[in-house]
Nanobody, 127 residues
Framework: QVRLVESGGGLVQAGGSLRLSCAAS????????MGWFRQGPGREREFVAA????????YYSDSVKGRFTISRDNAKNTVYLQMNSLNPDDTAVYYC????????????????????WGQGTQVTVSS
């Protein structure tokens, strides 16, 4: 059974940093493309960042590019999202997602490309 468990969310002041973790079981992160999405209050779930199955390619939404970094630790079977220079617009529930169904170098950015989802972790940025 596939399970993705996010952690690391919390309350932070604007300008601060957080690192989210996504611990996977039932799948190997090095065999999947992995992504992060977020859903703010009253908003649709939106793409944030993703890393290819090969690990050699990453992709970010324009709103987080230059501030967020996605990475993975194959030994820990965990994916991370380092978030710097946070602002109140980053307030959302952050979700980890995984998919097997991609080429090694492809970085999926659409929700329907992912078949497995975590339960989410809340990030709140105060002004």
């Amino acid at each position: 059974q596939v399970r993705l468990v996010e952690s690391g969310g919390g309350l932070v002041q604007a300008g601060g940093s957080l690192r989210l973790s996504c611990a996977a079981s039932g799948l190997t992160v090095s065999s999947c493309a992995m992504g992060w999405f977020r859903q703010g209050p009253g908003r649709e779930r939106e793409f944030v960042a993703a890393i290819s199955r090969s690990g050699g390619s990453t992709y970010y939404s324009d709103s987080v590019k230059g501030r967020f970094t996605i990475s993975r630790d194959n030994a820990k079977n965990t994916v991370y999202l380092q978030m710097n220079s946070l602002n109140p617009d980053d307030t959302a529930v952050y979700y980890c997602a995984a998919t097997f169904l991609v080429r090694n170098s492809y970085v999926p950015a659409a929700r329907d490309e992912y078949g497995y989802w975590g339960q989410g972790t809340q990030v709140t940025v105060s002004s």
